[in-house]
């Protein structure tokens, strides 16, 4: 197939974007620089859906009998850290999920590169100014998520999740001349380094024991080898695990990192101070699910490790919805988007973990039922979240405020957006026939699978996004009647604006219907999946219920929802406040890391290491000035000197004698 | 003469010769000092890169010695010193990083004022002991071009520099000089041990690994004294308090060289003298400065986060860094090894690139202090976007030389089947965020925010040398960055010799 073989231009066109642009691009009108931005990347979307659209419909080598196989078009040697033992590859890896996440990728990106058009073409009033910078770091970006995707193996990946690290970082920094970005980005990027700091600790001891990085490509050709490595390395053990235990569960942590899980989750709301579109791109739709991608990709590795994988179920589970909790009560839309976001990755990250992959159908389903859930819901989860995001930019553009008290009522002056974000918000709650309720759907039966206790608490966190998204669309849309600040009322935007709203929001009314268990799963083989009536009518029920109480609290302007704040105010502040986690980590970092260790650390090297050297020139420079002294010069002096020593050694001499 | 085939020997008449051109120029004749110094760093970074070329090509044609171009011509009979030269992968990559550091340092010091001549002179004749010292093969000799190196140091900084400059030249220069003292006292137990019963002692690098006669007993004296002697150039804790003075004073170019060249020629030395002559006692005594390198990693890392000068930070961050070149020395294997020599290279460059870029944006602002800076992005864009790249760099962004540098010591050293070395490894690792932590402090005080001086408003972007003297570096870190297998290929094949030696001792 040789369009197969062309993914490396999928990646090398946004690379070579991110390069004109930054170097060559600062110097061409803005206009030029936009538009040649969104021509690259209208190309790479172009090239990825007919890649992806070969590799699921075409015939050819990547399906064998009906099984989805891994194709490797592209590999190279890249770093060989000794002889061909231990090899840096980088390459391309095409398989069910890489296909479906450059489809994902390529879309959202494409949308948000046309958006920004409108979005970044002026800054409060003003032309902005770091324009070109903008389209060469979401090139940059792009290129990183793609190169993420396709990695071969868990070296690439690890290089790539820098990349995106910086990326992100450059990006939510993009005002760099106001100190909330310039804090959030930093914050960003040294939360998820330290996450990939497990993880890098993680390789080390995977590919210590196993003696390669190929973990990603077991299903190939080589997989044999890698898990027989593997499974002898679990019988050794290290503090009462196995020590491919530890590999994955650290592993994980660096996927927690990026993906927002709790309690490293604390970077992703500030980060939504970066301009709007890149937080849909970045920190809604692609970057986030990154840690996600990265438990799917190691999923064989994962089924074989329990513990491990119950490490990632409480984990997922209770980050759902604890981010759902304070979701219900920010005020800011952004961060409410952003919370949103990190309870639906818990959604997937939970999906994987309740999934098992043995051949054995239980209660009527095949397992890997969790983990094509889990893409399915990454699938439509970036397409709508996407969609609310950049209705939020709209928004924000429209009323110059990111506070849900400066908008209200503006369902009469932006219908577009008034309406897609009702698309949004419905898809997230899991109506049919909207994205999220097929995903959703799946992930609770396989949630319920695993154990019912299981399966009740993620039903609840499910009727609690339908309430905070509907609390949400209200505030903004409803509640009171806007009043109109300064000249202009707000309205629709132009139309490079109102285009990727219409189009995400077709496709998160459309994407439900994409017959995922036929195309995407674990093994490559089409896994039956049944429409589970039951569980399905519960969640549209508890999802109403989410729906009607918004309403009644949000609909119209009411006393309510103050009155129910101050009857169970602790709870509300504390959510809030988001419970406290940015002042435990403000407490940890500046009191104990500055304050606690490395203020001491300078000062010890400053006064006792220095000071021991100082000492010891000092000492050395008195006592030359002490003996200076006895050159005098007076002859008095010398004779003296000369008596006194000489009595000094005719004294030793003589007890010398004595005692022998 | 036969030495002078020997294209080696021109790394020393080059520089010898820029400092006679420099000698004829007038005091005031800057421009004539411009071209006489820029002729001969061209001179040398084209001879570098044909010595690359000429090493590929003897490695490509089946030659495996240890050393190529090998040339020994006797100096002082009674005591049998020969100048020997001869190159391997390693000391091939560290004459280009030089070669490169020389051309940036010149360019960085175009508006040199006052006694450009002089500055030159000095900074040539530093130049001169760092080449000789990577070319020979000798005990003497290298020690000889290592105090030719160190002595210009003294005036640089005493002449040239800033601050409390008088106190900084002199510890500097005092503290490296107790180094060589120690160093002296090895190499002369080394010598004196060089050859077995009967035969003829000798200085020569190559005819002491082979003759492999310095009794275990001796070698745990020796080893200590040699590595201790060049760890203080490598800026081993708790022998480091040089550098953040040092630096601190030092003129930018000087700076750029010490930190970008001279700090390696202890790495350098401690693998090619201390590790390679004894394998025994490295063996044996090799925990003691794993654990005093391991304290550097962390606690020069530290130590950074605090800091408000910008040199400071970057000396700290220096014995970081440099602390983790001498880590990977000392976990005995190829994959360690070659991650050492690469960290030499990539903190040669990002950090003669930090220094660089400090010393002009010093030169504007007239401070080093990041709370009386801000939001310089706004009004030099090429320079703050530099600071950024060397701070990745120096963070370790995939695509620039940390990353490649740090992933091969990590992996390198974790491969060691010792428990404590792969525990030390995991506590070396942490580095990676605490680095992360200072750099993105000082570009968010420094660079980003708003401008916090409104006397900064009307201040320059960089002018062309700037440019020049920058991006060559910038180009440098990310060649290395992107083609790592380059020059771990050069560089591989020369740690045969010393792993051998030290498995044998096992």
Known sequence: ?660 | MEIFSNILIYFVIIPVLTLAGLALTKNKGIDAIRAVAVTGATALVALAIYLVYIFLKARGLGNTDDMILQTSVTWYEPLNIKLALGVDGVSVVMILLSAFIVFAGVFASWKMDPLPKQFFLWFFLLSTGVFGFFISVDLFTMFMFYEVALIPMYLLIGVWGSGNKNYSAMKLTLMLMGGSAFLMLGIIGIYFHSAPEGQPLTMNLLEIAKNDAIPHNWQMYLFPLTFVGFGVLGAMFPFHTWSPDGHASAPTAVSMLHAGVLMKLGGYGCFRIAIFLMPFAAQQLGWIFLTLTGISIVYGAFSACVQTDLKYINAYSSVSHCGMVLFAILMFNHTAMTGAVLQMLSHGLMTALFFALIGMIYGRTHTRDIREMGGLMHIMPYLGVGYVIAGFASLGLPGLSGFVAEMTIFVGSFEHQDMFRRVLTIAATTSIVITAVYILRVVGKLLYGAVQNEHHRSLTDADATERISTATLIICVAIIGCFPNFFINIIRDSFDPVVKALTSVM
């Not at chain 1, 324009?131 to 770091?137: K, L, N, V």
């Not at chain 1, 083989?525 to 519960?538: I, S």
């Not at chain 1, 988001?578 to 304050?595: A, V």
């Not at chain 1, 220095?610 to 006895?630: C, E, H, P, Q, Y």
């Open chain 1, 1 to 660: 197939m040789e369009i197969l073989n062309s993914t490396i231009y999928v990646l090398a066109i946004p690379l070579f974007m991110f390069l004109f642009l930054g170097l060559v691009g600062t110097k061409m009108p803005r206009k030029i620089t936009g538009v040649i931005g969104v021509l690259g990347m209208a190309v790479t979307t172009v090239l990825a859906y007919a890649i992806a659209f070969t590799y699921f419909f075409g015939e050819g080598p990547q399906k064998i009998d009906g099984v989805y196989q891994q194709l490797v078009p592209t590999d190279w040697t890249w770093l060989s850290f000794y002889a061909d033992k231990l090899v840096v590859r980088l390459g391309v890896l095409l398989d069910p999920i890489s296909a479906m996440m450059l489809v994902v990728i390529c879309t959202v990106s494409f949308m948000v590169h046309l958006y920004s058009l409108g979005y970044m073409s002026d800054h409060d009033g003003n032309p902005e100014k770091g324009f070109q910078r903008y389209y060469a770091d979401l090139a940059l970006f792009t290129f990183s998520m793609l190169g993420l995707v396709v990695s071969t193996n868990i070296f690439q990946m690890f290089i790539f999740f820098e990349m995106v690290g910086v990326s992100s970082y450059l990006l939510i920094g993009f005002y760099y001349g106001l100190q909330p970005a310039n804090h959030a980005s930093k914050k960003a990027f040294i939360v998820t380094r330290l996450a990939d700091l497990f993880f890098l600790i993680g390789i080390l001891i995977l590919s210590y024991y196993t003696k390669t990085f190929d973990f990603i490509n077991i299903m190939g050709k080589n997989g044999g080898e890698v898990m027989n490595a593997f499974t002898s390395a679990q019988g050794l053990t290290f503090m009462g695990c196995s020590v491919t235990g530890w590999a994955l569960t650290f592993i994980f942590i660096g996927g927690a990192g990026k993906s927002a899980m709790y309690p490293l989750h604390i970077w992703l709301p500030d980060a939504m101070e970066g301009p709007t579109p890149v937080s849909a791109l970045i920190h809604a739709a692609t970057m986030v699910v990154a840690g996600v991608f990265l438990v799917a990709r190691m999923f064989p590795l994962y089924v074989l490790e329990q513990g491990a994988m119950d490490i990632i179920c409480v984990v997922g589970a209770f980050t759902a919805f604890y981010a759902a909790a304070i979701a219900c009560t920010q005020s800011d839309i952004k961060r409410a988007l952003a919370f949103s976001t990190i309870s639906q990755i818990a959604f997937m990250m939970t999906s994987l973990a309740v999934s098992s992959a043995d051949g054995a159908l239980i209660g009527g389903h095949e397992a890997g039922l969790g983990y094509m859930a889990s893409m399915f819901h990454l699938f439509t989860h970036a397409m709508f979240k996407a969609l609310l995001f950049l209705c939020a930019g709209a928004i924000i553009h429209a009323v110059h405020s990111n506070e849900n008290s400066k908008m209200h009522g503006l369902h009469k002056f932006m219908p577009i957006t008034s309406i897609a974000f009702l698309i949004g918000c419905l898809a997230i709650a899991g109506i049919p026939p909207f994205a999220g309720f097929f995903s959703k759907d799946e992930i609770l039966v396989a949630c319920y699978e695993k154990g019912l206790g299981w399966g009740l608490w993620m039903s609840m966190v499910a009727g609690m996004t339908a309430f905070y998204m509907f609390r949400i669309y209200y505030l903004i849309f409803f509640w009171k009647k806007h009043e109109v600040h300064g000249e202009h009322a707000p309205k629709d935007q132009p139309w490079t604006m109102t285009v990727p709203l219409i189009v995400l929001a077709l496709i998160s009314c459309v994407a439900g219907f994409v017959p995922f268990g036929d195309l995407v799963t674990w093994n490559g083989q089409a896994l039956e999946t049944h429409m589970n009536w039951p569980v399905a009518g519960a969640s549209v029920a508890i999802a109403l219920v989410g729906i009607g109480l918004a309403t009644v609290m949000y609909r119209k302007e009411n006393p309510l929802p103050d009155k129910l704040a101050t009857m169970f105010k602790g709870l509300w502040t504390a959510s809030y406040k988001r419970f406290y986690m940015d002042e435990l980590y403000q407490f940890i970092t500046h009191k104990i890391i500055f304050q606690g260790i490395s203020k001491p650390i300078a000062w010890f090297d400053r006064t006792i290491i220095d000071g021991f050297f100082n000492l010891l020139g000092n000492v050395t420079n008195s006592a030359s000035w002490g003996i200076r002294k006895m050159q005098s010069g007076s002859v008095q002096g010398y004779v003296s000197y000369y008596i006194i020593g000489a009595m000094l050694l005719a004294a030793i001499t003589g007890v010398v004698v004595l005692c022998i």
